[in-house]
């Protein structure tokens, strides 16, 4: 189907996601003088995941800790104050050439040539089909994503008994806000052998979702326990939180390799995919990392971006990074230069007191022990400064638990 | 115009036909006899139309080549083919012609080819033909390995069951007939008229069209009949994500060998990928739950037909009961005495075969006393397009520009805007549940499953209900 009637615009740096990755990132680079930044934001308003999450503990010292909400606004406002241009309702829907997005919005179609084009577009959570939990599908099931907007957004009703599957801080975020909502829950899941207590909550552990019952409306969720005992935990609700999967569909359309661990857009230390021009910051690299995580990936990545609209040159790709299982991925995922900021590691199984090695071509380039311990829900944040030993004509770096 | 949902039926004189079913055939039906100056009614159990095994299908507008040849359904299906296609280019029901393979995985297979490309042809089919192993993976890439040819069978499109079922309902209702939902046939008092006992009271019928699928035995033996019996046959479908969608050019169609049925890859209008379905035969009319031994079974079978497919995200599982009766044929009945016709046993070509059938069905209620004097065309119909090879608003700079509504993105993945879903919670036929207007608009029906939108759309929804 051919286009019609698309206008045609330019910018230099073009951001795709109101995030804090994508905010900071665009806040730093007008005021660097970077030309005409423009962030795209699909939803109504600017801000990104916090603006959904009503819990407090956003901010950095000297900051005050901010509810989420304040959080978005206070990076939106960032965003604008620096010059840089932030426009809701505005959808990238495809691309019309290496740098060239097109747009919809209730203004219409746009085609937007950039200099610069940076993927900041988060990430979700995988929804009960995704993780193929059988049975029937009746309405009550919900991601978090669904149940924060849900609640704190619409103020719709959401049910009476609820079973949160997973138990990592969005699971007890997500227990909250049901019982903010006047629903009971009724159980947590995981699958994890432990998982730390939350008051008033059974936590099952070492367990899985078996089966959804009913039809017109959920009336519970069938759970099997790792030693093969099974029940039915009557429920009209249950909230698959967790399992994050980087929104990544913007950067496939472009043809941009993903990491097969992360399934976000392959990246070097310096947040260049492998298309020249295209960057990717934030939970689009890794899925759900805190907000300043995200913000200091945005703001790392601005001096890339200058340097490219300067006019460096866009490096070739230097070796990989791998992972032997446990661990599930790292980002970035390759290494072009010296990192400036610590990689992020996770682990699919809890480890206490992990030691990490970094090793290329059977040579040893790092190894330390962690006082915390590896989690399937945290990553570890491994020093940049070894980086420097990798050899760029070597082959893989790779990274391993003991 | 009448629907309703809830309360009392109306009262008044009998109506001169009513149909009981209004899934895709039910709904064809009604369509057909709306053309008539009579009084139609469509009921249905559910509470929206096509929410039994319409809506459950493999969305394939079908050939026919494979019918048992000489049958009710070759010569329906054939005959069906041709009418739907016309009816959805002119009703802007989505169809992609983009053929079918019928892919040989071993010998027996192979050597079960030239069978069918025959059977195509005593079915009145001619442009099937056989295609060596190099020119298969030639036109599919990304086959796993062990292909040793394939039945080319280039006319198998991909449609849109739930538009088109929407259309022919919508087309019903604004032609006089009325629907009644969330009505479900307790017992049938036969007589003249026929009274049916409903969920929502009684209800008067001069002549009576059983379009129950899963439960048209049950409504048969209210008139006395025992011709068949429905076995449900369960079949379990996994979708995954569009980006899957540059896998696969063509319906990938398992051919039949002696361990049975195999499961086909299919693109769906939706830019999906569609793998399945199970056939497990059942004894619960309700059982449309998936199972974890089922979802194995397709992935097994998937990553046989085309590995890539196994690694990408999967927006739905679901699964659909079809009405088998053991019979290799449709069980369409004519019972003139009682002004009674049974459409039973319409298994999964009854999407492509509906107008035929409605038609079929239209003549032996005519002999059966049914005046058909006064016929009139009925008013054309244009459905909101839900397939990604047309025109969607969101890439339409006209419609934007007319109505900033359809610029306003508010499903992200399926790329729905609120233009869209106002408009089909405001149609002749609107939905009575967020899934209902998922099916009229595709809304959280992609790979998020509602974790950006779906608060929004619920909101949506909740906001226009009566």
New interface residues.
Partial sequence: ?T????TDAHADVLVVGAGPAGLALAARLARAGAGRVEVLE??PEPGGMPRHLHHGGFGRAPLPWLRGPAYARRWARAAAAAGAAVRT?V?A?GWAGPLRLET??????ERITARAVVLATGA???????R?V????P?GV??T??LF??VH??G?PIGRRAVVVGAEPVARHAAATLRQAGTDVVAMVTEQPRAAAVPGIPVLTATTV????G?GRLTGVAVRHRDGRTGLLACDTVVFTGDW?PDH?LA??GGIPLDPGTRGPCVDAAFRTAAPGVFAVGNALHGIESAATAVGEGEAAAASVLAHLAGAPWPEAGPPLHVRAPLLWVTPHRITGIARRPLLLRSAEAVTAPVVTAAQDGRTLWRRRFPVPASPSRSLRLPPHWTARVDHAGGPVVLALG | MTLTRRGPLPGGAPYDVTVVGAGVVGSAIARELSRLPLRIALIDACDDVGNGTSKANTAILHTGFDAVPGSLESRLVRDGQRLLAAYAADTGIPVEPVGALLVAWNEEQLAALPGLADKAVRNGYRSARILPAHEVRAREPELGPGVLGALDVPDESLICPWTTTLAYATQAVRAGVDLHLNCPVRSVAPGEPHTLATGRGPLRTRHLVNAAGLYADEIDRFLGHTDFTVTPRRGQLIVFDELARGLVRHILLPVPDARGKGVLVTPTVYGNVMLGPTAEDLDDRTATGSTADGLALLREKGRRILPALLDEEVTAVYAGLRAATGQDDYAVRAHPAQRYVTVGGIRSTGLTASMAIAAHVVGLLAEAGLPLTGARDPEPVRMPNLGEAFPRPYRDAAMIAADPEYGRIVCHCERVTRGEIRDALAATVPPASPDGLRRRTRARGGRCQGFHCGAAVRALFEEARP
């Fill in positions: 189907m286009p019609v009637n698309r699909r939803e309702g959808t829907t919809t919005s209730p203004a219409g179609l979700r959570e995988r929804p009960r089909s995704a193929l059988p049975g029937s599908r309405p919900l991601t994503g669904e907007r849900s957004e619409y719709l078996g089966e959804l019952h039809r999967i569909e496939r359309r």
